[in-house]
């Protein structure tokens, strides 16, 4: 308990929240850091989800393989990037590995949605004279949506989660609030810099939450 009344208090004091160091200025950086890699990440992995899911061809495979890129921490493939030409390039090293994981909840939500568009939905479509870039855009991605909507919701609650792990590249965010408190021996920073990271990610579950519930019906059945 001490510790948790030691961190509010770090909370508290108004000198941390002001300046280049200060949690303003380092809470901007890691919601711009995780909005760059959500972004980077959808236009990677929505329109390869999309496009396999509608031909039906070569997605469990894809899916397959980006899933498996679960298993490899991203710190491990941070360090290897850093190691690599790219490592002085920062921040491409920290936005690869952040997007890389990314991409599996992306595409595996946009895949699944849309093979489980309805069939008969899709031959009534095409029935009508639909093209299949028709079919996918005004018939199969509206009932997809709420899956894909549930893959970026997961998507960016991970990486609010894990965009700390720019601190360690020497990027910002509020890993370098949870890092300068390690230097510094100071538990309470430690723990105000990892309670700020839980109730981003948090509220950022909230905003999506909230979104779902004032879309239209089709897309609040999305469940996740």
Partial sequence: MTTLADAWSWLTTSAHWSGEDGVGNRLAEHLFLTAVCLLIGCLIALPVGLVLGHRGK??????????????VPTF??????????????????????L???????????AYVGMRGVDPDVVR????MGMTGGQTLLRVELPLATPLILTGVRIAAVQLVAT????????????????????NLASTPQVVAGACLVAVLALAVEGVFEGVRRLAPDGTRRSGG
């Fill in 99 to 109: 997007v890389l994981f990314a991409v599996p909840p992306l595409l595996t939500n």
């Fill in 124 to 127: 009534a479509a095409r029935g």
């Fill in 58 to 71: 070569g997605g469990a495979l894809a899916v397959n393989v980006a899933n498996a890129g679960r298993a």
């Fill in 163 to 182: 965009a700390t792990v720019a601190a360690l590249a020497g990027g910002g965010g509020l890993g370098r609030i949870i890092t300068a408190g390690f």
């Fill in 76 to 97: 491990a493939v941070l360090v290897l990037l850093l190691l690599s030409p790219l490592g002085p390039y920062e921040p491409w090293p920290t936005v690869i590995a």
